[in-house]
């Protein structure tokens, strides 16, 4: 399991668009499916819908920085922050992470 400290760590210090990519598996460090270990990719609903949660709010962040209001787009669709959503998802543990992903990122980009 993906230390939740270090991904709130990570997070806090400009990270979101590396944490995105490992979570949407869009990353250098992305491995094939079949070299994961053990049922990381195997979410309950709940867990499932708070991985898709902190995807919005980390795309949020990488676009639109820290802030705490809706910001609309020049197509006029209205994105918002998701911060409570995201605490929650890092309560649980972050889920959607696939440890070795997570660890060769460190390796190469430690804090």
Not at 27 to 48: A, M, V
Not at 65 to 86: A, C, M, N, S, T
Request: with cysteine; charged share 30%.
């Amino acid at each position: 399991m993906v230390d939740p400290n270090l991904v709130k760590s990570l997070y806090e210090n400009g990270r979101a668009k590396d944490l995105l990519e490992l979570l949407l598996e869009e990353s250098k460090y992305t491995i094939p499916t079949e070299e994961y270990d053990g049922d990381e990719t195997n979410l309950t609903r709940q867990q499932n819908i708070l991985r898709g949660c902190a995807i919005d709010h980390l795309r949020f962040v990488d676009n639109y920085g820290f802030i705490d209001e809706l910001v609309e787009d020049h197509q006029g669709h209205v994105y918002g922050p998701r911060y409570k959503e995201f605490e929650e998802w890092l309560s649980i543990g972050c889920p959607g992470f696939i440890e070795k992903e997570f660890q060769a990122y460190i390796t190469d980009n430690p804090l």
